[in-house]
């Protein structure tokens, strides 16, 4: 099964990010929650989907979240570069996060090129060492993989490939075995 | 989405297409007993009738069937392109071999091989699993860094399975750099709804010519 | 309008969502944010597995239930708050979530549908069933329809006896192997990864809170209906 992108990022507008709103207004009784009491200038955590909606309508400033700057993001592009396993993310939705917030909120957010640059570095890097390990994997005898820190958008890009791939090579296996001689090794 | 619904893995599809064509695939086979009447099938002679010993290659799925019990009618040898000649050249390197030209449902076929209890079994299902492994690799990269080239040099080589995967990889990659992109957002018209209208264009063309 | 547009009062008032728990065993009422999250990780279930899970209705219907009572709440509110947007927002939100729940089960109940009505005959009368009844209405039929199908189109061009239907030859059944990726909800103990075969043998694992793996869904399907393990 694969999963859109767009509805990865739907997932992670349920995270919270504090926003200043220029409004006020008693708390909201949300299906998902209660958001709020707003007071005009001062902070509060709504679900990002809210924030960029308000942002959007000009009733708030974001703030962006504590790692969204550029000393935190270069220490965690070179602990990426430096090990040889994934890292933990400041959130798993990193990149939905940043990609949101830099669209709809660049002037809320100091250096908002560097920092989208910086992100994708470490995307980048990330991606790089996903496939590596793929390929690891495959080759080996191993039937599961632990994944532990891989973001839910990492997944995403490799899930159809991955788990086509793996599909593929346990119905080459089973062919050997005997165990598979029901099965079609059809590639859907 | 309504692609993605339909990615489910199944067994027993009675159904799939590519395992219906994979076993139109050909296996030489050896007639056991004389056959009346069915002489036509073996064009190299005007014989009407096939003689014990006779020659032919015959569909999977016929073949199957005619060698079902211990001595069939007819007896069944590996594929050329499955034998030891061909499982050496894919042993000293798998990622050259053109896959699409020994059989465009390589692995599929060669699953399906199992079932005929040739000698050389074993080997030819190593040598499916271990020429998968050994291509892997190119067609991962392939699928990721294809993605303005010309496609047809890293995908013509490559079996329908394999294809499927190659697809597989690009999908995922060009799904995320159009998000990323934010292409995605953009609404555009369904395929279906502009397939329709065309369809509509060419039956009204097709009422006015009544 | 603040005290109508609360909702948790509404669930919790009684309209039975605390009978709904098939997960756990806890007998407290749910708050709507927590059958969210359950419904929420019940669609991602279901858009992951390759096979069929037992329907949520009671999420399902407590959610319909939510927006509807939330929809009222709006019709009755003035035109300019700013809150009118807002739940509008989140009630697209979760349409989209129950739509999407639906459709990934419709699409399974369409390719298995001979397996899902054997499996739901199995379990129509226990606290899990497979489909809800329009569900089930719905499979019966398809399966009617697909078959008087194929049978006008194809078997009455047949030799009489190969004019029927191989029900077993042509089920159409999910492959349980499928590989899966899946996050621990619940530390678990000695879980089997890999069964017993001829040259290995059988292959245990600890599963701790918030690991995340890939592996075949087989053997971990039944700590996906605990609600152990996520699909993701």
Redesign the interface.
Known sequence: ?A?DPS?VE??A?KEHVNIIPN?S?????????DIGPFSAGLPVSVPL??AV?LKQRQ?CRVVPPDWMNLEVLQEKKQAEMDSRFFTEMPSPFYIEITQLLLQCATDDIPRADEIRTLIKDIWDLRIAKLRSSIDVFIKSEE????????T?ME?NTV?EF??KG??HM?QLR?NL?G?GAT?SSQFL | MAAH??E????????DLDDILASQEKIPCVFNIAVEGLGYLDQSTNDPNISVGTKLELPFWLAKYLNRDARGIVAVETPKNYREGYRQILAADPSVVDLHRLGPHFYLFGGKLAILNLPDNQDVLNTLLQTFQGRFRRIMDGAQNALHSDLTSQTDMLDESELNLFAAGQRGLVGFQQWESRESEKLSTSTMVVNQRKRKWVSSNGDAGD | M?EE????DILQGGNGVNEEDDDDDDEEAMT??EV?QKL?EAWMNE??S?ELLPVKSNLVEC?LA??NA?ETNIENAKKAD??I???R???D??R?VVS?YL??RL??IE??TSHVLQEEEKRRDTDAPLLSDAELEFAKGYEANLKSHLASTALRHMPTNAATFNDK???????L?????LRVNETTENVL??EA???VGE?I?DFEK???????YKPISSLVESGAVSL?
């Not at chain 1, 039937?143 to 891989?150: D, E, G, I, P, R």
């Open positions: 099964m999963m509805e739907f997932l507008e409004f207004q008693d708390t909201i009784f949300l299906i998902s929650g989907w809210l909606n009733k039937s599961h993989a632990k994944l532990n820190f891989l839910l997944i899930r991955l788990t793996l599909n346990h089973s075995t165990s099965q | 619904l339909d489910l893995r199944t067994v027993n599809n009675y159904f | 603040g547009l609360n909702v948790s709507a944010p969210l929420e858009k992951f390759p959610m939510q927006i939330m700013l809150r947007s807002i739940h927002m989140e009630i939100r979760i989209f999407s459709r990934h699409a399974k390719k298995f030859e042509m089920a159409v059944l999910p492959d192997n499928s590989y899966v990726f990864v890999e075969t001829v040259d292959e694992m918030g690991d995340q793996h890939i592996m075949m993701i």
